[in-house]
């Protein structure tokens, strides 16, 4: 099974966690199955990966500056971003095979651990990024989250940091004086597209993979840097308007979008009808949650199914919720918590091969438009 070396993962723990003086203790916490019916292969690869992880980074303490590196294992809570269970398991080194058999003389507070170790490394089954978000910023620790992590993911772990975060950065300056976005759309070469999406009283958000303050804890692997709309709630309609194509499958889907909602499907294929019912359903999702601009396709990274990865390839739009990113679209607006959704449509080749991105263009508070991306490539790099 392929893995990261002990050079390789002291070079990201180095770049992901800039060291603090009071950095003692890092942890790698693990969920396991409550049963063996609840396992799957992924899942197992995952928990090996720890393992590996938790040996190589013992062994390397006095390179990440650090004193002790420990493996915890809890009881999964069989849903993604739920609160953590109240005990967690400190492990020697290899993670029984179900949280049945946790070593009870290991048992400890999850309260505890998080006062005692200062930074974590979190590669789960299920997503514990938003309690651990909240958990930093009661504790001060920093984590970075990995939720569905597999060994696809690991070249996106070897991509030169630095410069991955210099592309960002310069993304985030640019858009966070942008008066609106606007993106052509090009389907099967012959039929365009436009959007305009209105970026007012909005700033963007970075995911390059360093957590450098205290209280920080989000996504690794990264790569993207993601603005929400505006959605309308300042006294001002929101501006975002056009034309919006998205490829299920073989069929694409067309969206008139009004104000950042969809306001109707244009298209009649099977898939455009479902979509029609599931507004009519949940208006909520129509909403216009991300701009996102992934930029792992320039360092050679290729989709692999999994979004947590795909989503930092290249250009991306969500649908739904986008309270957690600053939005005003939350769990609220949904008709129960289990209808709540944040969807990701990525436009690469892999993903939707009909449609390509023709040309993206900022446009600036003194009308300036400064093109970003054509034919599908950044070329502001």
């Not at 949280?99 to 200062?118: C, R």
């Amino acid at each position: 099974m392929e893995s990261l070396t002990k050079q390789e993962l002291v070079k990201v723990l180095n770049f992901v966690f800039p060291r603090h003086r009071e950095d003692k203790n890092l942890a790698i916490i693990v969920d396991l199955p409550n049963h063996s019916n609840q396992d799957n292969e992924a899942w197992q690869k995952r928990r090996k990966i720890a393992e590996k992880w938790a040996v190589l980074l013992k062994e390397a303490v006095d390179q990440l500056g650090i004193e002790n590196v420990n493996l915890y294992a809890y009881q999964n809570v069989e849903s993604a971003n739920a609160d953590l269970p109240e005990n967690a398991y400190l492990v020697n080194k290899t993670l029984p095979a179900t949280s049945e058999n946790l070593p009870v003389e290991g048992e400890i507070l999850f309260k505890k651990v998080f006062e005692t170790n200062q930074l974590f490394l979190a590669p789960t089954e299920y997503s514990a990024t938003a309690p651990l978000k909240i958990a930093a910023k009661r504790y001060g620790f920093r984590a970075a989250t990995m939720p569905g992590f597999s060994e696809k993911m690991l070249p996106a772990l070897k991509v030169d940091f630095e410069l991955l975060n210099k592309r960002i950065q310069l993304l985030k300056d640019k858009l966070d004086i942008a008066n609106t976005v606007n993106v052509q759309f090009l389907v099967d070469n012959e039929k365009t597209y436009n959007m305009v999406f209105d970026l007012f009283q909005r700033v963007a958000h970075i995911s390059s993979g360093q957590f450098p303050q205290k209280g920080m804890a989000g996504n690794l692997p990264s790569g993207e840097c993601f603005i929400v709309p505006y959605e309308g709630g300042l006294g001002v309609a929101s501006r975002t308007k056009g034309h919006l194509p998205v490829q299920f499958g073989d069929e694409i889907v067309e969206y008139r979008v009004r104000q950042n909602n969809v306001s109707k499907v244009l298209s009649s294929g099977k898939t455009s009808k479902e979509q029609i019912r599931y507004l009519k359903k949940e208006p909520a999702y129509g909403n216009i949650a991300e701009l996102g601009f992934g930029v792992l396709s320039d360092f050679g990274i290729k989709s692999i199914g999994e979004i947590l990865l795909d989503e930092k390839l290249g250009f991306h739009i969500a649908f739904g919720r986008s309270d957690h990113f600053g939005g005003i679209t939350s769990p609220a607006m949904f008709s129960s918590p289990k209808e709540v959704v944040h969807v990701d449509r990525v436009y690469i080749e892999e993903i939707q091969p009909r449609i390509q991105i023709s040309s993206v263009y900022f446009e600036y508070p003194n009308q300036k438009k400064e093109l970003i991306i054509k034919k599908g490539k950044y070329v502001i790099w």
